[in-house]
């Protein structure tokens, strides 16, 4: 197991001390190799659960084990360990910056861990090259480029760490259609050819359905649902959840409802393709 939550729930501190619960009884077990997706309503207390994956919150209630650590963390114990197994990709990442050049960020995590100049910067270039991070900018200002290239340096920064969980919240939002693509490809490889564990914070149905195995659903702080992908779209109940639908199953109920085409759940356009192919017998 990689992570597992018990019984965890995280309210934030008012300025007079009052609580607003976020998170309430979670329990949740993530397996190594899992591509897990979470969605849910804005506030619905998506970012508030990921971010307890690296100790970046602890919890207020309950416990969280991260490997061989549990949160909360005894007296003295460190969260480097816990950060360099688990990398948290943040809603808008590009906050996250801060270096005089691009390469001297991404290198940040790896000199953070004890790398060597040389070792880290090794390791930040592949991560550079891994997101097509053109090499001219290496030397650039990361703030002195467009938003979709600053997400990819972040996203770079917590790849140069070789983490064994990505845990990424909204990673492609706001990013444009062919660069949410290009990420989306590069995660799904990680996960594929290398076993990462994915967690992807994501509203975006077609991702979640195209590329995620299991799928968390959290209403008003809570797990509402947890199961496969197929258990989520084929759910009797599955419009109690305001979730859209995929564009491919859309498409599919169209076709059905119109021209009679025999109804099968698609999960992404290529699975779609393959239905109507053989639906005409190709
Ligand atoms: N720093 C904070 N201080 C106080 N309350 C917060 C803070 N961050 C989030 N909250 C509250 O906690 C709840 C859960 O927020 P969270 O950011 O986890 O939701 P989310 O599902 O990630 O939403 P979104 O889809 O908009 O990113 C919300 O009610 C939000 O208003
Ligand atoms: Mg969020």
């Known amino acids: 197991m990689a992570i ?41 207390g998506k970012s508030t659960l990921v971010q307890h994956m690296n100790a970046l919150l602890r919890p207020n209630k309950g416990r969280v084990n991260i490997f061989d ?3 909360p963390l005894k007296k003295k114990q460190k969260v480097g360990p816990i ?23 991404v290198m940040f995590g790896p000199l953070n861990f004890g790398l060597k100049e040389d070792e880290a910067k090794e390791k930040a270039i592949s991560a550079c090259e891994l997101l097509e991070i053109p090499e001219e900018l290496y030397h650039q200002s990361p703030f ?8 990819k340096v972040a996203i770079a920064g917590i790849l140069a760490m070789e983490p064994e969980v990505l845990v990424l919240d909204e990673p492609t939002r706001g990013l444009d259609p062919r660069s949410a693509y290009e990420v989306m490809q590069i995660f799904n490889k990680l996960h594929q050819e290398h076993g990462k564990t994915i967690v992807l914070v994501s509203h975006d149905m077609n991702l979640i359905s195209e590329y995620a195995k299991r ?10 649902f947890d199961g496969s992908k197929e258990e989520l779209f084929e759910a009797p109940q599955f419009n109690d959840f305001s979730l859209a639908k995929p564009e491919a199953l859309k498409l599919m109920d169209y076709l059905h409802e119109n ?10 356009d290529q699975e779609l393709l393959a239905h109507l192919k053989e639906y005409v017998g190709e």
């Open 4 to 44: 597992q939550f018990e019984k965890v729930s995280f309210s934030y501190r008012g300025v007079k001390d009052e609580r607003y619960p976020a998170i309430t009884e979670i329990d949740l077990k993530i397996n190594e190799g899992d591509f897990l997706a979470i969605c849910g309503h804005t506030g619905s």
């Open 69 to 71: 650590y549990t949160l």
């Open 83 to 105: 950060r360099k197994k688990v990398g948290l990709v943040f809603q808008f990442p590009e906050y996250q910056l801060f270096e005089e050049t691009i390469l001297k960020d």
């Open 144 to 151: 002195r480029i467009s938003g979709g290239q600053m997400r």
């Open 215 to 224: 799928v968390v659903v959290m209403k008003k702080g809570r797990i509402v």
């Open 259 to 268: 021209l009679n085409i025999p109804y099968k759940y698609v999960y992404s």
